[in-house]
T-cell receptor, first 113, second 114 residues
Framework: TQLLEQSPQFLSIQEGENLTVYCNSSSVFSSLQWYRQEPGEGPVLLVTVVTGGEVKKLKRLTFQFGDARKDSSLHITAAQTGDTGLYLCAGARSGGSNYKLTFGKGTLLTVNP | AAGVIQSPRHLIKEKRETATLKCYPIPRHDTVYWYQQGPGQDPQFLISFYEKMQSDKGSIPDRFSAQQFSDYHSELNMSSLELGDSALYFC?????????????FGPGTRLTVL
Protein backbone atom coordinates (compact mmCIF):
# COMPACT_ATOMS: atom_id res chain seq x y z
CA THR A 1 0.00 0.00 0.00
CA GLN A 2 1.37 3.36 -1.07
CA LEU A 3 1.45 5.77 1.85
CA LEU A 4 1.25 8.76 -0.47
CA GLU A 5 -1.15 8.52 -3.39
CA GLN A 6 -0.27 10.83 -6.20
CA SER A 7 -2.59 11.58 -9.13
CA PRO A 8 -2.72 11.64 -12.00
CA GLN A 9 0.13 9.30 -12.81
CA PHE A 10 0.44 10.65 -16.35
CA LEU A 11 -0.64 14.01 -17.73
CA SER A 12 -0.26 15.29 -21.28
CA ILE A 13 -1.44 18.81 -21.99
CA GLN A 14 -0.96 21.64 -24.47
CA GLU A 15 1.20 24.63 -23.77
CA GLY A 16 -0.78 27.37 -22.04
CA GLU A 17 -3.16 25.04 -20.21
CA ASN A 18 -3.48 24.84 -16.45
CA LEU A 19 -3.10 21.66 -14.43
CA THR A 20 -3.26 20.34 -10.89
CA VAL A 21 -1.44 17.39 -9.37
CA TYR A 22 -2.68 15.86 -6.14
CA CYS A 23 -0.88 14.09 -3.33
CA ASN A 24 -3.09 12.37 -0.74
CA SER A 25 -2.54 10.30 2.36
CA SER A 26 -4.39 9.05 5.41
CA SER A 27 -1.32 9.90 7.50
CA VAL A 28 -0.25 13.22 8.94
CA PHE A 29 3.07 14.62 7.79
CA SER A 30 5.26 17.12 9.60
CA SER A 31 6.28 18.51 6.24
CA LEU A 32 5.72 17.76 2.60
CA GLN A 33 8.14 18.41 -0.19
CA TRP A 34 7.65 18.64 -3.93
CA TYR A 35 10.44 17.62 -6.25
CA ARG A 36 10.94 17.61 -9.97
CA GLN A 37 13.08 14.91 -11.52
CA GLU A 38 14.58 14.64 -14.99
CA PRO A 39 15.39 11.17 -16.40
CA GLY A 40 18.56 9.78 -14.83
CA GLU A 41 19.02 12.77 -12.56
CA GLY A 42 18.40 13.44 -8.90
CA PRO A 43 15.14 14.98 -7.66
CA VAL A 44 15.36 18.76 -7.40
CA LEU A 45 13.54 20.35 -4.48
CA LEU A 46 10.86 22.81 -5.56
CA VAL A 47 9.19 23.68 -2.27
CA THR A 48 8.59 22.53 1.28
CA VAL A 49 5.27 23.09 3.05
CA VAL A 50 5.05 22.75 6.79
CA THR A 51 1.96 24.45 8.16
CA GLY A 52 -1.56 23.14 7.57
CA GLY A 53 -3.34 25.34 5.03
CA GLU A 54 -0.08 26.84 3.84
CA VAL A 55 0.09 28.12 0.26
CA LYS A 56 3.40 28.79 -1.47
CA LYS A 57 3.96 30.23 -4.91
CA LEU A 58 6.96 29.72 -7.14
CA LYS A 59 6.38 31.75 -10.31
CA ARG A 60 3.61 29.86 -12.14
CA LEU A 61 3.56 27.01 -9.60
CA THR A 62 1.26 27.12 -6.58
CA PHE A 63 1.63 24.59 -3.78
CA GLN A 64 -0.91 24.00 -1.06
CA PHE A 65 -0.74 21.92 2.11
CA GLY A 66 -4.05 20.61 3.42
CA ASP A 67 -5.39 21.91 6.71
CA ALA A 68 -4.90 18.50 8.32
CA ARG A 69 -1.41 18.09 6.80
CA LYS A 70 -2.44 14.89 5.05
CA ASP A 71 -2.62 16.11 1.48
CA SER A 72 -1.11 18.61 -0.90
CA SER A 73 -1.59 19.93 -4.39
CA LEU A 74 0.58 21.48 -7.07
CA HIS A 75 -1.10 23.79 -9.56
CA ILE A 76 0.69 25.01 -12.66
CA THR A 77 -0.71 27.99 -14.52
CA ALA A 78 -0.12 28.44 -18.25
CA ALA A 79 2.12 25.41 -18.57
CA GLN A 80 5.23 25.67 -20.74
CA THR A 81 7.18 22.96 -22.55
CA GLY A 82 9.96 23.49 -20.03
CA ASP A 83 7.62 22.25 -17.28
CA THR A 84 7.80 18.75 -18.75
CA GLY A 85 9.16 16.30 -16.20
CA LEU A 86 8.38 13.95 -13.32
CA TYR A 87 6.87 15.64 -10.28
CA LEU A 88 7.22 13.84 -6.96
CA CYS A 89 5.65 14.62 -3.64
CA ALA A 90 7.40 13.36 -0.53
CA GLY A 91 6.31 13.47 3.07
CA ALA A 92 8.30 13.45 6.29
CA ARG A 93 6.47 11.74 9.14
CA SER A 94 5.83 13.32 12.48
CA GLY A 95 7.65 12.41 15.64
CA GLY A 96 10.57 10.27 16.73
CA SER A 97 13.67 9.88 14.61
CA ASN A 98 11.71 9.05 11.51
CA TYR A 99 13.22 11.60 9.17
CA LYS A 100 13.08 9.56 6.00
CA LEU A 101 10.99 10.78 3.12
CA THR A 102 8.16 8.69 1.75
CA PHE A 103 7.56 9.41 -1.91
CA GLY A 104 4.47 9.26 -4.04
CA LYS A 105 4.70 7.37 -7.33
CA GLY A 106 5.06 10.63 -9.23
CA THR A 107 3.22 12.44 -12.00
CA LEU A 108 4.85 12.40 -15.41
CA LEU A 109 3.89 15.68 -17.05
CA THR A 110 4.28 16.27 -20.78
CA VAL A 111 3.59 19.74 -22.09
CA ASN A 112 3.21 19.75 -25.85
CA PRO A 113 3.99 22.81 -27.98
CA ALA B 1 25.73 27.05 -4.40
CA ALA B 2 27.44 23.79 -3.56
CA GLY B 3 25.32 20.70 -4.04
CA VAL B 4 25.49 17.08 -3.00
CA ILE B 5 28.26 15.23 -4.80
CA GLN B 6 28.07 11.55 -5.60
CA SER B 7 30.68 9.32 -7.10
CA PRO B 8 30.93 7.48 -9.31
CA ARG B 9 28.09 8.62 -11.55
CA HIS B 10 28.00 5.30 -13.34
CA LEU B 11 29.14 1.87 -12.20
CA ILE B 12 29.02 -1.48 -13.93
CA LYS B 13 29.61 -4.63 -11.90
CA GLU B 14 29.24 -8.36 -12.31
CA LYS B 15 27.01 -10.51 -10.12
CA ARG B 16 28.53 -11.33 -6.73
CA GLU B 17 30.98 -8.43 -6.93
CA THR B 18 31.13 -5.56 -4.45
CA ALA B 19 30.57 -1.86 -4.99
CA THR B 20 31.19 1.28 -2.96
CA LEU B 21 29.21 4.45 -3.57
CA LYS B 22 30.34 7.75 -2.10
CA CYS B 23 28.37 10.80 -1.08
CA TYR B 24 29.63 14.25 -0.12
CA PRO B 25 26.86 16.33 1.48
CA ILE B 26 26.30 20.03 1.11
CA PRO B 27 28.80 21.88 3.37
CA ARG B 28 27.55 22.14 6.99
CA HIS B 29 24.87 19.52 6.41
CA ASP B 30 25.20 16.85 9.07
CA THR B 31 22.56 14.36 7.93
CA VAL B 32 22.86 12.00 4.99
CA TYR B 33 20.16 9.76 3.50
CA TRP B 34 20.48 6.97 0.92
CA TYR B 35 17.68 6.08 -1.49
CA GLN B 36 17.33 3.45 -4.19
CA GLN B 37 15.24 4.10 -7.28
CA GLY B 38 14.42 1.26 -9.65
CA PRO B 39 13.28 1.86 -13.24
CA GLY B 40 9.91 3.62 -13.24
CA GLN B 41 9.78 3.54 -9.44
CA ASP B 42 9.79 6.23 -6.79
CA PRO B 43 12.86 6.52 -4.55
CA GLN B 44 12.89 4.06 -1.65
CA PHE B 45 14.62 4.98 1.58
CA LEU B 46 17.55 2.77 2.57
CA ILE B 47 19.33 4.31 5.54
CA SER B 48 20.26 7.62 7.11
CA PHE B 49 22.96 9.04 9.37
CA TYR B 50 22.97 12.03 11.68
CA GLU B 51 26.22 13.23 13.18
CA LYS B 52 27.95 10.02 12.08
CA MET B 53 25.44 7.76 13.82
CA GLN B 54 22.81 5.69 12.06
CA SER B 55 19.52 7.49 12.61
CA ASP B 56 17.01 5.50 10.61
CA LYS B 57 16.88 2.32 8.60
CA GLY B 58 14.59 1.39 5.77
CA SER B 59 14.52 -1.41 3.25
CA ILE B 60 18.26 -1.89 3.08
CA PRO B 61 19.38 -5.48 2.35
CA ASP B 62 21.72 -7.15 4.83
CA ARG B 63 24.27 -7.31 2.01
CA PHE B 64 24.51 -3.53 2.12
CA SER B 65 26.16 -1.43 4.79
CA ALA B 66 26.85 2.24 5.13
CA GLN B 67 28.60 4.70 7.36
CA GLN B 68 29.17 8.40 7.80
CA PHE B 69 32.67 9.64 8.40
CA SER B 70 34.09 12.46 10.53
CA ASP B 71 33.97 14.86 7.57
CA TYR B 72 30.27 13.91 7.12
CA HIS B 73 30.73 12.16 3.82
CA SER B 74 29.07 8.79 3.57
CA GLU B 75 29.74 5.54 1.80
CA LEU B 76 27.31 2.81 0.82
CA ASN B 77 28.97 -0.58 0.55
CA MET B 78 27.20 -3.25 -1.44
CA SER B 79 28.36 -6.85 -1.49
CA SER B 80 27.30 -10.02 -3.30
CA LEU B 81 25.63 -7.89 -5.93
CA GLU B 82 22.52 -9.25 -7.60
CA LEU B 83 20.87 -8.35 -10.88
CA GLY B 84 18.04 -6.76 -8.93
CA ASP B 85 20.42 -4.27 -7.36
CA SER B 86 20.63 -2.44 -10.68
CA ALA B 87 19.13 0.95 -9.97
CA LEU B 88 19.82 4.62 -9.40
CA TYR B 89 21.20 5.28 -5.94
CA PHE B 90 20.69 8.74 -4.54
CA CYS B 91 22.23 10.42 -1.60
CA UNK B 92 20.48 13.37 0.01
CA UNK B 93 21.65 15.70 2.74
CA UNK B 94 19.94 18.00 5.18
CA UNK B 95 20.86 20.37 7.97
CA UNK B 96 20.24 18.73 11.29
CA UNK B 97 16.90 17.59 12.51
CA UNK B 98 15.04 20.63 11.28
CA UNK B 99 11.28 20.88 11.33
CA UNK B 100 11.08 21.15 7.56
CA UNK B 101 13.12 17.97 6.96
CA UNK B 102 14.27 19.49 3.68
CA UNK B 103 16.47 17.07 1.81
CA UNK B 104 18.65 17.99 -1.13
CA PHE B 105 19.49 15.21 -3.53
CA GLY B 106 22.66 14.44 -5.41
CA PRO B 107 22.77 13.51 -9.10
CA GLY B 108 22.81 9.82 -8.29
CA THR B 109 24.94 6.80 -9.13
CA ARG B 110 23.59 4.50 -11.79
CA LEU B 111 24.58 0.95 -10.86
CA THR B 112 24.29 -1.75 -13.47
CA VAL B 113 24.82 -5.35 -12.40
CA LEU B 114 25.49 -7.78 -15.24
Amino acid sequence: TQLLEQSPQFLSIQEGENLTVYCNSSSVFSSLQWYRQEPGEGPVLLVTVVTGGEVKKLKRLTFQFGDARKDSSLHITAAQTGDTGLYLCAGARSGGSNYKLTFGKGTLLTVNP
Amino acid sequence: AAGVIQSPRHLIKEKRETATLKCYPIPRHDTVYWYQQGPGQDPQFLISFYEKMQSDKGSIPDRFSAQQFSDYHSELNMSSLELGDSALYFCASSLGRTRTREQFFGPGTRLTVL
